[in-house]
Nanobody
């Protein structure tokens, strides 16, 4: 069984930084496209960023491009989201996801595996 476990969430002031991690485990899991989504209270889950299987291709939501950086270490089966210049509107539960394709998409329906989420709170 594949498990995704997020960590690194917390509370910061606007302008601060956080680094989220997503560790993947499971004997049947092989490196695949991965992504981060987020969901704020009363809102739908939205795409944040995705990274290809090799880690050479990334895509970001317009709202985070230039502030967030996505990377991965396939030797450690771990994905990282460096979040800088955080804003109050970044406040949400952040979920990592994985699918079986090489390139990820912005559509949450294409992802097979999900973590439980980690809370990020940015105060003004």
């Amino acid at each position: 069984q594949v498990q995704l476990v997020e960590s690194g969430g917390g509370s910061v002031q606007a302008g601060g930084s956080l680094r989220l991690s997503c560790a993947v485990s499971g004997r049947t899991f092989s490196p695949s496209a991965m992504a981060w989504f987020r969901q704020a209270p009363g809102k739908e889950r939205e795409f944040v960023a995705t990274i290809s299987r090799s880690g050479t291709s990334t895509d970001y939501a317009d709202s985070v491009r230039g502030r967030f950086t996505l990377s991965r270490d396939n030797n450690k089966n771990t994905m990282y989201l460096q979040m800088n210049s955080l804003k109050p509107e970044d406040t949400a539960v952040y979920y990592c996801a994985a699918d079986r394709s090489y390139y990820g998409t912005q559509d949450p329906r294409s992802y097979d595996y999900w973590g439980q989420g980690t809370q990020v709170t940015v105060s003004s």
